[in-house]
Each structure stands twice: as structure tokens, then as C-alpha cells.
């Protein structure tokens, strides 16, 4: 009777367990579609193109900024601090990195937009942090991304009052695609030797 109870509790408790770290695991992926969709947390919208209903005679201030995680050893700027666009224009930014090491270096940046609650409002329609960044060594790249502000911003109860946006980026180091790391291997004289 007692070790009947006492398996019921541990599977209790491994049913818990389980469900908890499944929910958990499933937290992440949720809360970045949630983010997406309402744009909360200054996550952006993503466009195919740049049509807009309409392009008001309304402007808005877009700052740009750039920051990059502690090791990263790039160096990364916008190239324009600020901008001002009607809304419902298309704009084009573009941000500078530069890898100043001897070896190749992969990154991905991050992004989100302030106030954070305008992010379903600020549409991009290409960006360089949709892919991942490779810069050989010594090499500068300037990065474009293509972006509108909706113009159904103005019809929302915290979005008609805003006009500045700020755009930032985190660049992050990534791992080497294998082509590209089997590239940045040094050679091994043993090895050359073999082979000749």
C-alpha cells in the first residue's frame, strides 16, 4: 500500500518536473512570437516592401545607435547619428563595422526600437541584421537596413505622441559557418610536408 503511494508521488512529481521544463523551453520561442506580432519589448515589424498605405506630410526624428557586446572586436557605428523622414516614407540608414584583428570574425546584431511600445510601428523592410555578418581581417563593410515608420502610428492612443524613435543594434560574435572557419584554419607545415 505504501510503495503504491510512494510511486504515485514520484510520478507525480516527474510528471511536474517535465511539464515545467517543457514550458520553460517553450517560454523563449513564445515570447519572441509574442514580441513580433505586437511589437512589445521594441521589437520591430518586417516588410516585403516598401508600400504604405500613404505617406503623411507628418516627419518623425529616427536616431541610430550602436553598441556590441563585452569580447566583440569589431568596431560599430551608425554612419548617421539621426535622420528625419516624413511617415510612410521608405528610409535608408546605414551602419559601419570594421574587424580590426587578424582573423575572420563573424557577428549577428540584435535590435530593438525606444519607446518600447512603438515597435509594431517601426517596420523594416531589408536589414543587415536579418543575416549573419562575415568580415575577413582588416575589413570595413557599411550595412544598410531599409525601414518605415507606419502611418497608423498616428492613430494610436501612445503612438500619435511620439516623434523620435531611436533604432539600436548589439553586435554579437558568432561562431564560423564550417566553410568559412575550415578557411580561417592556420596551415600546418607537418601537414604541407605530407602532402608534398
Partial sequence: MKTSSNKRVVVSLVAIVTFMG?????????????CAV???????????SGETAEILDQTMIIRFDASKERDMPWT??????????????????????HNPTDRVIAGTASYNVAPFTIGEFFTKIDCFCFTEQILQPGQTVQMPVTFYVDPE?????????????TLSYTFYETDLPSDQAM?????????TSAVN
Fill in 153 to 165: 502610428i498616428v492613430n494610436d492612443r501612445d503612438g500619435k505622441l511620439v516623434n523620435s524613435i
Fill in 22 to 34: 517543457a514550458m520553460g523551453f517553450a517560454a523563449v520561442p513564445f515570447y519572441n512570437w509574442f
Fill in 38 to 48: 505586437t511589437g512589445y519589448g521594441g521589437t520591430t515589424a518586417v516588410a516585403t
Fill in 183 to 191: 578557411l580561417d584554419q592556420p596551415v600546418d607545415d607537418a601537414t
Fill in 76 to 97: 560599430f557605428k551608425p554612419v548617421q547619428r539621426q535622420m528625419k523622414i516624413r511617415i510612410g516614407e521608405v528610409g535608408l540608414a546605414f551602419y559601419e563595422a
